[in-house]
């Protein structure tokens, strides 16, 4: 495949909505993306995603985030009825994005997303864990989870030893946030809430390791 799927390393305005951690990043759209995946440029062995348009390297992952990751899958699907899925670290589509979450609740079984990545609709509930990430997870990746819709966003912060938790998106505004934002010490629990309806209460000590 031509590499015009991949204009130029993004303009220094661009880099504005990333943290400092990020190295070199590519501007490109999730159709460009899809198709540097399927002509085998990129793998799903390379540390990298699509946020905002812009293709950026992902942090790399110590014991401690691990760890968190799956014990936030394990305390959910304990939990949550069979009519959700819980997943950790796949792809998402959103408009110019297609992150790769560290946990997601989505809806239906795995059947149903075999020739696509669940969207917008079809998630109830995104977490991140966060030690390095903590100020991309706070920042863009906030943004982007409010712009797109999605009605419940954790953060599993690592570093400060507490969950943060997001709720009632913008949705696509000029600054996209959520309105809703809560801090959940270990002790607590915290409710994956849809609507009116309780999926799951989860204490915090099953989050943090």
Do not use: C
Request: charged share 25%.
């Amino acid at each position: 495949m031509s590499t015009s799927v991949v204009s130029s390393p993004a303009a220094r305005g661009d880099t504005a909505i990333l943290p400092a951690e990020a190295d070199t990043v590519w501007r490109m759209s999730v159709q460009q993306y899809h198709e540097m995946i399927r002509a085998g440029i990129l793998s799903d062995d390379d540390p990298v995603e699509l946020l905002d348009g812009l293709l950026v390297k992902k942090m790399p992952r110590n014991p401690s985030h691990s760890t968190a990751t799956r014990m936030a899958r394990a305390a959910l699907e304990r939990r949550l009825s069979p009519i959700w899925l819980v997943d950790t670290q796949e792809p998402i589509s959103l408009a110019a994005s297609e992150p790769e979450p560290d946990v997601i609740v989505v809806r239906g079984g795995r059947e149903r997303y075999v020739t696509r990545h669940p969207g917008p609709v079809d998630i109830a509930l995104v977490i991140e864990v966060a030690e390095a990430t903590l100020k991309r997870d706070r920042d863009v990746k906030q943004r982007l989870y409010a712009e797109a819709g999605i009605p419940a966003y954790w953060i599993l912060n690592l570093v400060e030893g507490f969950v943060e938790q997001y709720l009632v998106p913008s949705g696509a505004v000029e600054v996209p946030g959520y309105r809703e934002r809560s801090k959940f010490q270990p002790g607590d629990s915290i409710s994956l809430v849809l609507g009116e309806e309780v999926l799951a209460t989860v204490p915090v000590s099953e989050l943090l390791p």
